[in-house]
């Protein structure tokens, strides 16, 4: 069964750190595109971040840009997303997901997603 598992969200104060992994079974992460979403309660869910297959590209939405840096590690197959200076803003539920094909940071067309972490950020 093919399946991602997200994982490292909590409760952190504002202009602290979280890094959220995302984990794969049952096949190999470094076939797929990945990228990172997040969803905010009323909001609807948008693309944070990217990766190519072979690590070689990313790409970041622009309230993430500078903040956010996502990174592979095909030896774990594990995809991960360093999240540093956190907002109140960046306040959701974080998912990864997985396609073989380029879809960017639009959430159409990813074929796997994980269940989601939730990330909150406050004082």
């Known amino acids: 069964q093919l399946q991602l598992v997200e994982s490292g969200g909590g409760l952190v104060q504002p202009g602290g750190s979280l890094r959220l992994s995302c984990a794969a079974s049952g096949f190999t992460l470094d076939s797929y595109y990945i990228g990172w979403f997040r969803q905010a309660p009323g909001k609807e869910r948008e693309g944070v971040s990217y990766?190519?297959?072979?690590?070689?590209?990313?790409n970041y939405a622009d309230p993430v840009k500078g903040r956010f840096t996502i990174s592979r590690d095909t030896a774990k197959n594990m995809v991960y997303l360093q999240m540093n200076n956190l907002k109140p803003e960046d306040t959701a539920v974080y998912y990864c997901?997985?396609?073989?094909?380029?879809?960017?940071?639009?959430?159409?067309?990813?074929?796997?997603w994980g269940q989601g972490t939730q990330v909150t950020v406050s004082s």
């Open positions: 997901a997985a396609s073989p094909y380029y879809r960017g940071l639009n959430h159409m067309g990813y074929d796997l």
């Open positions: 990766i190519s297959k072979t690590g070689g590209f990313t």
